[in-house]
């Protein structure tokens, strides 16, 4: 008899998927953000200067969602553009004061989620999973790298 085991990981991390992503959805909203561009935030106020390029590879995402996602989040005031410095033809990202002010309610909002998915698990649980979880999404990055696929 065939073990459902992968069926069932698979279906409980797409069940979680959906719990993280429709609370952030609701939650983001009264900012203007989505489920999907709030992360955006934190990635620009750990990396300012980062390229759209480089978000289309740390994200997952294709160059026309982070472009208009980008441009959502500047129209919003949360971010700005500037030409980078040695190649004038790249633009570097920036939050602006009203971005930078964004990220602690987005912090709190964040916790709400992952209390939701994972309140349930023990200290220790959350410890275990936290690094198997990067360790798998890393592991598809370099596997993307390796064969050069894009998400573009």
């Given at each position: 008899m065939e073990s459902n085991s992968n069926q069932d990981r698979v279906?409980?991390?797409s069940i979680l998927s959906r719990i993280i992503q429709n609370d952030l959805?609701?939650?983001v909203k009264p900012y203007g953000l989505n489920e999907n561009n709030y992360f955006f935030i934190f990635f620009i106020y750990d990396h300012p200067g980062t390229s759209q390029d480089e978000l289309t590879r740390i994200m997952f995402l294709d160059h026309s969602t982070i472009t208009r996602a980008v441009a959502k989040l500047i129209k919003l005031g949360y971010l700005e553009r500037r030409p980078d410095e040695q190649d004038k033809r790249v633009s570097?990202?920036?939050l602006t004061s009203e971005g930078e002010a964004l990220r602690k309610p987005l912090i709190e909002l964040t916790k709400h989620a992952e209390k939701l998915?994972?309140?349930n698990l023990t200290d220790e649980e959350r410890n275990i999973i936290q690094p198997l979880l990067l360790k798998s999404a890393l592991s598809h990055?370099?596997?993307k790298e390796k064969n050069g696929t894009k998400y573009d």
């Amino acid at each position: 008899m065939e073990s459902n085991s992968n069926q069932d990981r698979v279906q409980g991390i797409s069940i979680l998927s959906r719990i993280i992503q429709n609370d952030l959805k609701r939650n983001v909203k009264p900012y203007g953000l989505n489920e999907n561009n709030y992360f955006f935030i934190f990635f620009i106020y750990d990396h300012p200067g980062t390229s759209q390029d480089e978000l289309t590879r740390i994200m997952f995402l294709d160059h026309s969602t982070i472009t208009r996602a980008v441009a959502k989040l500047i129209k919003l005031g949360y971010l700005e553009r500037r030409p980078d410095e040695q190649d004038k033809r790249v633009s570097r990202l920036y939050l602006t004061s009203e971005g930078e002010a964004l990220r602690k309610p987005l912090i709190e909002l964040t916790k709400h989620a992952e209390k939701l998915a994972f309140g349930n698990l023990t200290d220790e649980e959350r410890n275990i999973i936290q690094p198997l979880l990067l360790k798998s999404a890393l592991s598809h990055e370099q596997e993307k790298e390796k064969n050069g696929t894009k998400y573009d």
